[in-house]
């Protein structure tokens, strides 16, 4: 007889002297946390900055020196930070703030909107409805955001009113601040994609238009204190299997990056969002770019939390890199590192077969020919 799932009440499951035997990230997994996985006991990544000032200028000499720090940054790790966005900072906080009334809703309202398995919107708790084991100590409430309503099924509602519907009228406004939240993500994610154009000298519009349509994730996170924090994670290491993840965090600190062999805590800035490459993107430009190992650790004392917006092409676009990049490949053997796909295979990969970690992408690959997606 299977055990019943794990009910994730930060109320009460904090309090428990020990860590439930679900979420310790075992030895020989691959994934046990490093003997000093406690926040403050690893470097900090030095990661470029990337100011985006001169780019909303049109200054030419920014955008390549913007250009080039990213090329660096995303050859090496994938990962870097920007400033100067343009995403208006009220924004941004009202975006944390309503985190507030979701993750406080009682337990039994936060289950009306339980994700299920194969499902991408609504509440998680430890993602104990999918998994039965290295549990992430979090909760999230993830919300899809369509670009276009490309079609009349559940995945054209937008933010606001879905918000609206599946919580109820009092989260009309929350409802609004996720809408326009994603709208500003969007922007930035098109701005984004045009220096990563930039930056690997292809045509500049071209990501920027690939992406213009697509369909994307707004994810809330919040990772309450933790007894044992060493023991677990919360979110184990994995490389994002999408294209572009724009990511904010609060003051708390926990997200790390896998960089130059070793874990590096990456610093917390209220000003600045995260950009990690993910595999999708990875795939796009021929593996020239490193789809970011990271993860996030929990603490004793505070509760973190973090927004985190992943950026998917829509459904019925090819993936494959430009065919500029492609005649560049010195190696003619290299020329397509991988094949084809669409970005819902992948995604039904990372949800019904494959939990997302740093081989998800290898992994996929193989499954692919034997799935009858094709
Ligand atoms: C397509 C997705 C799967 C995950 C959510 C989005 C983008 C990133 C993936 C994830 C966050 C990577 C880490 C593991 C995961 C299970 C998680 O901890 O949330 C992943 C998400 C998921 O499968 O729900
Ligand atoms: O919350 C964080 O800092 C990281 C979350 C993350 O990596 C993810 O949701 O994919
Ligand atoms: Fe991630």
Not at 222 to 228: F, I, L, R, T
Request: glycine letters at 6%; hydrophobic letters at 35%.
């Amino acid at each position: 007889m299977s055990s019943p799932c794990i009910m994730f009440d930060p109320s009460m499951i904090q309090n428990q002297p020990k860590l439930p035997k679900e979420f310790i990230w075992s030895k020989g997994s691959g994934y046990e946390p490093d003997s000093n996985n406690q926040q403050g006991n690893h470097d900090v990544l030095n990661e470029p900055l990337v100011d985006l000032e001169g780019f909303f200028r049109g200054d030419e000499e920014a955008i390549k020196q913007a250009s080039e720090s990213i090329n660096k940054a995303c050859m090496t790790h994938g990962f870097f930070q920007v400033t100067n966005h343009r995403v208006d900072s009220s924004l941004i906080r009202a975006a944390h703030d309503q985190m507030d009334g979701l993750f406080k809703l009682p337990m039994e309202k936060k289950l009306r909107v339980q994700k299920n398995k194969g499902e991408m919107c609504g509440y998680s708790g430890a993602h104990a409805h999918r998994f039965s084991k290295q549990l992430p100590w979090k909760e999230t409430f993830s919300f899809g955001y369509n670009y276009v309503d490309n079609d009349d099924d559940q995945e054209g509602v937008i933010v606001s009113d879905y918000i609206k519907s599946s919580l109820g009228d009092e989260f009309e406004f929350a409802g609004w601040v996720y809408q326009r939240y994603c709208e500003a993500m969007k922007d930035l994610s098109l701005v984004i994609f045009e220096l990563l154009g930039i930056s690997l000298g292809v045509e500049k519009q071209h990501f920027r238009k690939f992406f213009e349509d697509g369909n994307s994730l707004l994810r809330c996170n919040s990772y309450p204190p933790c007894k044992e924090p060493s023991l677990t994670f919360g979110t184990g290491p994995h490389c994002d299997p999408t294209s572009l993840t724009i990511l904010h965090q609060d003051l708390v600190g926990g997200l790390e990056v896998f960089a130059n062999n070793k874990w590096q805590a990456v610093r917390p800035r209220l000003d600045a969002f995260v950009i990690n490459i993910g595999d999708t993107f990875m795939a796009m430009c021929n593996g020239r770019y490193k789809s970011c190992l990271h993860r996030a650790l929990v603490n004793k004392k505070r509760e973190r939390r973090s927004l985190v917006f992943f950026v998917n092409p829509r459904k019925d676009k090819v993936v494959k890199p430009p065919q500029d990049l492609v005649d560049r490949e010195e190696d003619t053997t290299m020329s397509r590192r991988y094949p084809d796909f669409k970005w819902p295979q992948l995604l039904e990969f990372t949800q019904m077969h494959y939990r997302a970690d740093v081989t998800t992408l290898q992994s996929f690959f193989q499954w692919l020919p034997s799935s009858n997606l094709l």
